[in-house]
């Protein structure tokens, strides 16, 4: 929700007399807590009813984290803007009292993070965690694990900040974030009236880093019932990747973006 009023925000600079109506919908990803994410279908969860809803003229839009999109849309729909991207980073949420010991409860849904954790904490145990970010938390105040990893973009536009807990981000270049993590996507019905005009909003940067990491996935094959993760930074004519595949290094690589597919191609070729 706080996500879909940013981008009402945006709308609203650009176009400021159109009328926004904001349509509260609850999926089915979000009503089943107590699975992991792959076990009741996966990303696609989060997206397939707001689909729908378009499809029968219901919403004109649905504003999603960019992480939380399958790597290629319904052939109906398509993302026509995405807002300039948020914190990308991850990081490790725990109680001061406590801190992280060695052989801590680390909560987490997201295979990433738990191949990536085990590798900082080798002697950990990974407990499956579910939920929006202040049930999460509320869970690791409850005691039931001694830290969770959260998006660190989550927590800033929340404005979560509390004494009681410790929040060490880490750097992106060791652990690698979920491609788009911190990008707000906004997808449309293509070839619809509102797919055009919203282009207006879109971050042509953020895009660029956007559909670089979604292409590296899909080259991968990797979904959420994967172990991986990319990272994307433009710089002028070049942009560097970080990314992983289930068990292997962290590599960056730097490429010409105006050779993108067929340089991502190659990276992904080496990490399969």
Request: hydrophobic share 35%; glycine share 8%.
């Amino acid at each position: 929700m706080k996500q879909t009023k940013m981008t009402a925000e945006a709308i609203k600079k650009a176009y400021p007399y159109i009328y926004i109506e904001i349509v509260e919908m609850t999926t089915k990803g979000d009503k089943i807590l107590d699975k992991p994410l792959l076990d009741i279908g996966g990303k696609g969860l989060f997206i397939t009813e707001f689909e729908k809803a378009m499809r029968d003229g219901l919403i004109d839009i649905a504003v999603h984290s960019g992480k939380d999109i399958p790597n290629t849309c319904e052939k109906d729909f398509g993302i026509c803007a995405v807002l300039k991207r948020g914190n990308p980073k991850d990081c490790i949420v725990s109680r001061k009292d406590t801190g992280i010991p060695d052989n801590s409860v680390i909560g987490t849904g997201s295979l990433r993070r738990k191949t990536l954790i085990k590798r900082l904490y080798p002697k950990c145990e990974v407990k499956n965690l579910r939920g929006n970010v202040p049930t999460r938390i509320k869970k690791l105040k409850d005691g039931e694990y001694d830290a969770i990893i959260l998006a660190c973009a989550g927590l800033e536009r929340l404005e979560i900040k509390d004494e009681c807990l410790n929040i060490m981000p880490f750097d992106e270049i060791d652990f690698v974030p979920a491609a788009s993590q911190g990008i707000i996507a906004v997808e449309a019905l293509k070839g619809s009236e509102v797919f055009e005009i919203l282009k207006k909003i879109d971050d042509e940067k953020t895009h660029f880093e956007f559909d670089t990491e979604r292409l590296l996935m899909s080259y991968l094959g990797a979904d959420c019932h994967e172990s991986a993760g990319a990272f994307a930074k433009t710089k002028g004519d070049y942009a560097d990747i970080t990314c992983f595949y289930k068990n292997s290094d962290i590599i960056t690589k730097r490429f010409l973006k105006i050779k993108m597919k067929e340089e991502i191609r190659k990276i992904a070729e080496g990490l399969l």
